[in-house]
Antibody, heavy 116, light 110 residues
Framework: QVQLQESGPGLVKPSQTLSLTCTVSGGSISSGSYYWNWIRQSAGKGLEWIGRIFTSGNTNYNPSLKSRVSISVDTSKNQFSLKLSSVTAADTAVYYC????????WGQGTLVTVSS | QSVLTQPPSASGTPGQRVTISCSGSISNIGNNTVNWYQQLPGTAPKLLIYSNNQRPSGVPDRFSGSKSGTSASLAISGLQSEDEADYSCAAWDHSLTGVVFGGGTKLTVL
């Protein structure tokens, strides 16, 4: 059974780059045709789609974050990653990785706090 | 301000039928399918309905989805206490070239 697990620093300083990794276990990230997504949720607020990467490497990003976001995939490690640059307190949120066009599978989420 | 509009709250008593609405536009719901997610307190969201009205394996048939024009609805029949959760709708938006979510609806079982 495929599972997703986010990992990365829980605390990032303002203006720095947030970096998170999602490890896929129980299946190959490069098998089939799948979208691999990043989604976040600020405290008490709704879900916000950050972006996605296709198995082929093609990406789509949320226009409001596009200038600061990069999503990549490392098939050798069965992982995909998120980088969000120039972070501010507004980027404090629980970050989820999710699989598929319909987000059929989710990681448990990881809280990232932006603070000095 | 979310692109898709949901009521912030809804409530019902055990056994009742409740519906949650999701309103969008021609660039999202009007031309694409809608998905619904259930988020129990302190947990990650879970796919509840996909392609407007399809249930993934394991989702009870008490949950159903529908779409008409630029709006969609999630219906929960035979409401149970364990249905108390946040429910969010989502759809692809071809103008924004991305996925848009509703702000979420907190369902309370009285």
């Amino acid at each position: 059974q495929v599972q997703l697990q986010e990992s990365g620093p829980g605390l990032v300083k303002p203006s720095q780059t947030l970096s998170l990794t999602c490890t896929v276990s129980g299946g190959s990230i490069s098998s089939g045709s799948y979208y691999w997504n990043w989604i976040r949720q600020s405290a008490g607020k709704g879900l916000e789609w950050i972006g996605r990467i296709f198995t082929s490497g093609n990406t789509n990003y949320n226009p409001s974050l596009k200038s600061r976001v990069s999503i990549s995939v490392d098939t050798s490690k069965n992982q995909f990653s998120l980088k969000l640059s120039s972070v501010t307190a507004a980027d404090t949120a629980v970050y989820y990785c999710a699989a598929g066009s319909w987000f059929i599978l989710w990681g448990q989420g990881t809280l990232v706090t932006v603070s000095s | 301000q979310s692109v898709l509009t949901q009521p912030p709250s809804a409530s019902g008593t055990p056994g009742q039928r409740v519906t949650i609405s999701c309103s969008g536009s021609i660039s999202n719901i009007g031309n694409n399918t809608v998905n619904w997610y259930q988020q129990l307190p302190g947990t990650a969201p879970k796919l509840l309905i996909y392609s407007n009205n399809q249930r993934p394996s394991g989702v009870p048939d008490r949950f159903s989805g529908s779409k008409s024009g630029t709006s969609a609805s999630l219906a929960i029949s035979g409401l149970q206490s364990e249905d108390e959760a946040d429910y969010s709708c989502a759809a692809w938006d071809h103008s924004l070239t991305g996925v848009v979510f509703g702000g979420g609806t907190k369902l309370t079982v009285l």
